[in-house]
């Protein structure tokens, strides 16, 4: 029998109690590193495609309730890079990295995607 859990709110015995809604409204809804655009770890996401040097776009196994929602972006390498976002969709947001020259390049990333599920 299948069963079901209902909580308002969570408790600790020292730290205090918080409202679930936190937890549902301030977690990621997906993620992704890739290694030179591709996914190499993930949640909620399908597939990277590689648009061009340095620019790829993430698609989301579940879209998001509307395009408005934040990424955020890092290069996890030991160069001066610019991480921007682009192009969101529901079911996608792009990428794109570029050297402090402006060149697009291909390197580590990692990407969190911050809203609400459709």
């Known amino acids: 029998m299948a069963g079901k859990i209902v909580a308002d ?11 679930t809604q936190f937890v549902v409204n301030g977690s990621a809804k997906a993620w992704a590193f890739t290694t030179d655009n591709v ?5 909620n996401t399908s597939s990277s495609t590689d648009n061009d040097t340095g620019h ?11 395009a408005n929602f934040s990424v955020t972006a890092t290069v996890n390498e030991n160069n001066n890079y610019i991480v921007g976002n682009r192009e969101r969709a529901t079911t996608s947001y792009g990428i794109r990295v570029k050297n402090t020259s402006g060149t697009g390049v291909d390197g580590n990333t990692g990407s969190a995607v911050l809203g609400d599920l459709a």
């Open 9 to 19: 709110q969570l408790e600790h015995s020292t730290a205090g109690s918080l409202d």
């Open 56 to 66: 790829y776009t993430i698609t989301l196994a579940s879209a998001m309730g509307n």
């Open 39 to 43: 996914i190499t770890d993930s949640l």
